[in-house]
């Protein structure tokens, strides 16, 4: 297993560590710390609207390059959340509790290295993981038919509740826009069209790029500019790693050595969850570390332990949501679900098959990732002074580039002005749930998951003759419907406790 294992990853180096695959892997990179740098526009984002831009590439090393763009997003977002307290995304929100007030003691430098060195730590760690889990996960996964794929599907489709944030309502509301979405086109069935409104260029269904591109770019971009954010001023910053005050002292490295393996143990078992992703596994990353902390009062005051476990985190998961999307071909976050779109343009499939049918290119692309951490440590640390000067141009310049990419992107997938239009409305829409509250990454997953999961549902149905029985007959039907069952009645037994030992507790102080 473990010479399989090694023979593997050397086929995987052949491919990545090419001249055209370094090539595009540090342009990914650099592209995505980029990227990370622009607040509100995220790894999804970045990959949808860059996505266009890879056509006429070799799959593999299209795939590299966007995945790059993918992880380096991760460590740019972290930059802007040390230096001015604004994350470039949602997954490097924690990373603000306690990177600014470092940069506020005048300890920018030290944060920006040790962020680096976490973010090196998890992303590796992270890889290290997926090289370990991948092929045996698929090869158990090669025996699942469609009702297991369902039951799966159907599981990640609940987690997605955990990025609807407070408002249920509202999350829900952003998943049926996706299932909507996905159910334009023929019905698996009967052969009928469905809301294709007689346009010839529906039947096939809504293209998921131009919704995604409408969705992260032009939404988030109006977001923006609603906000005001094109009138700030740009950041005038200088920072140089020839200072002596640039590097973190011996007591940032051992006070933080544990904390790099508890974050990024958290961030990949967070990412390997579909629906979990970056966000929650930095957020539960920061309060392990503080819960655990003999100091936790330090923590939210400039505690480099408390910018250490998130960044780990962070990267450990956006390498942990790989697992699903590579052994199970389903997407784990908004930005996997945007790669899994990338992997069907080229008419890649992800899943168990995937590893047996073309080992070149998982293996290519894993590979990839141990040599794109090592190329982002280098980046993060000694062009931390060029990247800051990105911040110098002023958001309104970037603006009608950004819209440029994207309209182009999506006329030039299949040169159709239908899913320009479906662009232009997109944007709108997702402009409108970024006012009101709504998720457009709930609504991309569900707009991905959902057509799977039909698809899967209507296999099962016809291979079981019309009974259900089909979802438990197997032992690991049977083992996923309990856990199915467990998640979808979970809460209703947490509340039913709450209010029968709130009593309780209500009528023991009433005696009293």
């Known amino acids: 297993m473990f010479s399989e294992v090694i023979s593997n990853l050397s086929l995987g180096l052949s491919i990545a560590a090419s001249p055209e695959g370094l090539l595009f892997l540090l342009l990914g990179a650099f592209v995505g710390m980029i990227v990370g740098l622009f607040p509100g526009f995220g790894p999804a984002a970045g990959i949808a609207v860059l996505l266009p831009l890879t056509f006429g590439l070799d799959p593999t090393t299209a795939i590299i390059m966007l995945a790059g ?59 290290l993981l997926i090289t370990a889990l991948a092929p045996s996960l698929a090869n158990f996964a090669s ?13 990640g489709l609940l987690m997605l509740t955990t990025m609807m944030g407070d408002n249920k309502f509202k999350g829900f509301i952003s998943a049926l826009i996706g299932f909507a979405v996905g159910s334009v086109g ?15 260029e529906l039947i096939g269904g809504v293209y998921f790029v131009a919704v995604a591109i409408g969705l992260f770019g032009i939404g988030e971009l109006l977001h923006c500019i609603l906000n005001g954010q094109h009138r700030q001023p740009a950041e005038k910053l200088r920072i140089s790693f020839r200072d002596k005050e640039f590097w973190p002292t011996r007591k940032d490295y051992a006070e933080s050595k544990f904390t790099f393996f508890r974050g990024s143990a958290i961030g990949f078992l967070a990412g390997v969850l579909p629906g979990s992703g970056a966000t929650l596994g930095s ?28 960044e780990a985190a962070n990267n450990a998961a956006s390498a942990g949501a790989m697992v699903p999307l590579l052994s199970l071909g389903i997407p784990g976050s908004g930005a996997t679900a945007v790669l899994l779109g990338a992997f069907m343009m080229w008419g890649l499939q992800p899943g168990p ?25 280098a980046l993060s640390i000694f062009a931390i002074p060029l990247f800051v000067k990105f911040l110098d141009i002023p958001y309104l310049h970037v603006v009608p580039v950004i819209v440029l990419l994207c309209v182009i992107g999506a ?7 239908v899913e320009t239009w479906i662009l232009v409305f997109s944007g709108a829409v997702g402009f409108a ?12 997953l569900a707009l991905v998951l959902g057509s799977m999961a039909e698809e899967t549902f209507l296999q099962s149905y016809i291979i079981s003759q019309g009974t259900l029985s089909v979802f438990w007959e197997r032992p ?16 209703l037994i947490f509340k039913l406790g709450q209010r029968f030992f709130g009593k309780s507790v209500k009528h023991l102080a009433h005696q009293k």
């Not at 006329?411 to 002005?417: D, H, T």
């Not at 009101?436 to 709930?442: E, H, I, N, R, T």
């Open 143 to 155: 025996k699942f038919g469609p009702s297991e794929y369902f039951l799966i599907i159907a599981i």
């Open 353 to 377: 098959l995937l590893i047996v049918n073309d080992p070149g290119f998982v293996w290519g692309l894993i590979a990839s990732m141990y040599l794109g951490n090592m190329i982002l440590i």
């Open 69 to 127: 763009i993918y992880y380096g997003s991760m460590y740019g977002g972290t930059i802007t959340s040390i230096l001015i307290n604004t994350p470039g995304e949602s997954a490097t929100v924690a990373s603000t509790l306690d990177g600014y007030p470092l940069a506020q003691k005048g300890r920018a430098g030290p944060a920006l290295v040790m962020q680096a060195i976490a973010s090196f730590f998890g992303g590796t760690i992270g890889v």
């Open 186 to 200: 023929v019905d698996v069935m009967s052969g009928q069209q469905r809301f294709t409104f007689g346009s010839p």
């Open 476 to 491: 690991v039907s049977l083992v996923l419907s309990i856990i199915l069952l467990c998640i979808v009645l979970a809460p």
């Open 411 to 417: 006329f030039a997938i299949n040169a159709s002005i």
């Open 433 to 444: 749930m970024k006012k009101f509250g709504y998720s457009p990454a709930a609504t991309v």
């Open 283 to 310: 957020i539960i990353g920061y309060s392990v570390e503080k819960k655990v902390a003999k100091d936790p009062e330090n923590f939210g005051k400039g505690e480099m332990r408390g910018l250490v476990a998130p």
